[in-house]
């Protein structure tokens, strides 16, 4: 009994097909083999895997194989193009529709600007002109629209410069109240310094006095009493 016909659609078992890719597989290489030995052909065979997996045969190199195929395949095109029939030079009613479409544009375009007005009837006259007055109205909303729009950037960098300068300032009366309250701290420091070195001094004075008046027998009251007692009489002398 001969071998029953399969159907060539794709096999939907993973593991069969996985199994048919490689029985199949191998006897395409095998046959490409036996191919390229019998009859001296140059013969090159790619397969990818639908893993991605590569499997190729050449029967030489294969960068080889590969240059040729491609500077054949050029070859191929170029001729087919010479071949082709040249259509290019003979406008289809799309071109020719289009180039009128264009003519008319650049027509109207040329009227928009006051030019070639010749030929045009009252009635054409006054529509050009109703559109070229709504025209400029639009315009001249669009540009008070972005001269509101310049404006209002203005005045946002304004105030920003604004919120800039107070914040500056505001810094340097900081800076200034810091150093009037640094100058009064010094005032203070030098002065108490003064009271500490007057206060040094009489000590001193008193420590001299008691001194004296202990190897001459007198009291360090009766030598200060003396002290104030001539400080009169020289006041009252200058009277």
Known sequence: MGRGKIEIKK?????????????????????????????????????????????????????????????????????????????????TADIIALKDEIEKLHMVNRRMIGKELEGLSYNDLHNLEQQLTEGILSVKDRKEKVLREQLEKSKVQEKKVLEQNEALLDKIEELRRHARVTSNE?????????????????ISEKEGLSDTSLRLGFSSVDICGKRKIDKVDETTNDN
């Open 11 to 91: 096999i939907e078992n993973v593991n069969s097909r996985q199994v048919t890719f490689s029985k199949r597989r191998g006897g395409l290489l095998k046959k490409a083999k036996e191919l390229s030995i019998l009859c001296d052909a140059q013969v090159a065979v790619i397969i990818f895997s639908g893993t991605g997996k590569l499997y190729e045969f050449a029967s030489s190199r294969m960068e080889q194989i590969l240059a040729r195929y491609s500077r054949n395949h050029e070859r191929l095109e170029l001729a087919v193009v010479d071949h082709a029939p040249n259509h290019q030079n003979e406008p």
């Open 186 to 202: 010094s005032r203070v420091f030098g002065s108490k310094e003064a009271c500490s070195s007057s206060m040094l001094d009489c």
